[in-house]
């Protein structure tokens, strides 16, 4: 019987990955996360992941943005402003226990997964959960 923890990210991560790259507008990734209904985003320069872009992040400034709004004094905001740098990724054969406690540890919702240093997929607390359901009684 395998264990739980010992499962690989790669059996339970999202493997269709839809980026965006770092010169796109916040419009731009707003409209990616709608259209492809994801919640995340890695942020790409050519191959390299250069951060990673959420609805919350883009949820913030919408209400930033709608608050300021009377001022007329918001900046245009890029990606590039908004995103979360440094991102902390996962190798595709590590376990799902090593991702669930950067998650956990981070307070992160999703990490990109890499092979080496290509972005192969996503996994998400979303993620996390549906592989709970499917393996409760």
Known sequence: MIRQGNIKVSEIMSKQVINIDHMSSLKEAIDVMKDHNVRHLPVMDGKNLVGIISKSDVD???????????????????????????????????????????????????LPVMHDENVVGMVTSTDFILHLLKHCD
Do not use: C
């Not at 001022?71 to 799902?96: A, E, R, Y």
């Open 60 to 110: 913030k400034v919408k209400f930033l943005e709608s608050y300021i709004q009377e001022s007329g004094n918001l900046p245009s905001l890029t990606i590039d402003q908004i995103m979360t740098k440094n991102v902390n990724t996962i190798q595709h054969d590590d376990t799902i226990r090593e991702a669930g406690e950067i998650l956990s540890l981070m307070s992160y919702h999703a």
